[in-house]
């Protein structure tokens, strides 16, 4: 890297090593510096040393919290815009991801375009299409018990309580994967 490269310079979080590559490749493809990492503290390091002008986080990494690393790069890098991607989306961490400052949220798989749109876009869009079909009970559940975890800072034990559930309970249902509708 020569200290005169002027590439926007991307951050993908993910602990898929595959996501990691096939972003890596496509987006300097497009132009961008990308900076990888597979992790919170490896994502730190990297952004206190590159200061990336984008970021692609994972909602969910092995042992961590992708809204976490969002919050932590948001706190150090001013004006950073970054994605919230996930596989498993839920109205709760939506709106918590945008409170931390997230420029956008988006579901996996992720279209390379939608990812480089959504980090030039500045305005919602009204034409968003709305579901025929409400959602069901389960997902109703799923997102309840993520709006828990959240505001917990996802203690298990806490949110348990909350709930007023069984730890094992909880996390049975943490296991599963969440419904589509």
């Known amino acids: 890297m020569s200290p005169k490269d002027t590439r926007p310079k991307l951050l993908v979080v993910d602990d898929d090593d595959d996501f990691r590559e096939s ?3 496509e987006f300097t493809d497009r132009g961008y510096q990308v900076i990888t990492a597979p992790d919170h503290r490896t994502a ?11 970021a692609v986080i994972d909602l ?7 809204l976490e690393v969002l919050q932590d790069l948001v706190e150090r890098l001013p004006g950073l815009r970054a994605i919230v991607l996930t596989g498993y989306s839920s109205i709760a961490t939506a709106v918590e991801a945008m409170k931390l400052g997230a420029h956008h949220y988006m579901t996996k798989p992720a279209d390379p375009d ?3 749109e959504a980090f030039q876009n500045d ?6 299409p709305i579901p025929e079909h409400p959602p069901s009970l389960a997902r109703h559940e799923r997102e309840y018990i993520e709006a ?4 917990t800072g996802g203690n298990i034990s ?10 094992q309970s909880l996390q049975r249902k943490l296991r599963k994967y969440p419904p589509r509708r």
């Open 23 to 25: 972003m890596e490749l």
């Open 44 to 54: 730190l390091g990297l952004a206190a040393v590159h200061r990336p002008q984008y």
């Open 60 to 66: 969910r990494l092995e042992g961590e919290r992708g």
């Open 114 to 116: 939608a990812l480089e």
């Open 123 to 128: 305005k919602g869009d009204p034409t968003v």
């Open 148 to 151: 828990v975890l959240a505001a």
């Open 158 to 167: 806490e949110a348990a309580r909350r709930l007023g559930l069984h730890r």
